[in-house]
């Protein structure tokens, strides 16, 4: 009976990581949000984020506080009261706009590698976002920060 319990207990805790859940994006909810060097305001700064909206990828949790990644690979925590659920991008290679989400569309404009983007919706291959005065559709492997 003991190496049953023993047998249900190890395939749980090995089902249990296997359903973990995965990673996902936020985006910073203000203009100063501060990354910190562990899960706690005790915890050193490491940087100054000063760009509302940019997209990090959360990939561990402790109590109030989020593990992320921005697009440049730095790492560190933030208080998930910094966060926001709001779909946003960035730029990885430069990317026309067009107006429907069609290679033949209208080009709108193009967007230099670095730029943020709000995302509106998506579909398979496109993302609908705002830049500025520009709404129009982007291919989704331009960009980072959504999955």
């Known amino acids: ?6 047998h249900i207990f190890f395939l749980f805790t090995l089902t249990e990581n296997l359903f973990a859940k995965d990673n996902y994006f936020l985006t910073l909810r203000n ?7 562990g899960p706690s305001f005790e ?6 984020y ?3 909206f940019l997209p ?16 440049e690979n730095n790492v560190g925590w933030v208080h998930i009261s910094q966060l926001s659920k709001k779909k946003a991008a960035i730029v990885i290679k430069k990317s026309i706009v067009f107006k429907n ?3 033949f569309s209208k080009p709108l404009v193009l967007l230099n590698q670095g730029r943020l983007c709000l995302i509106t919706k998506c579909s398979k291959d496109w993302c609908k976002i705002k830049v500025k005065q520009y709404v129009g559709w982007v291919k989704k492997e331009n960009l980072w920060g959504l999955l």
């Open 1 to 6: 009976m003991l190496k049953i319990v023993f």
């Open 101 to 103: 989400s069609t290679l």
């Open 56 to 71: 990090v990828e959360v990939y561990e949790t402790y109590e109030n506080f989020r593990k992320i990644k921005d697009h």
């Open 50 to 52: 000063k760009k509302k």
């Open 43 to 48: 915890y050193p700064i490491k940087i100054f």
């Open 31 to 37: 203009d100063k949000v501060n990354l910190r060097l």
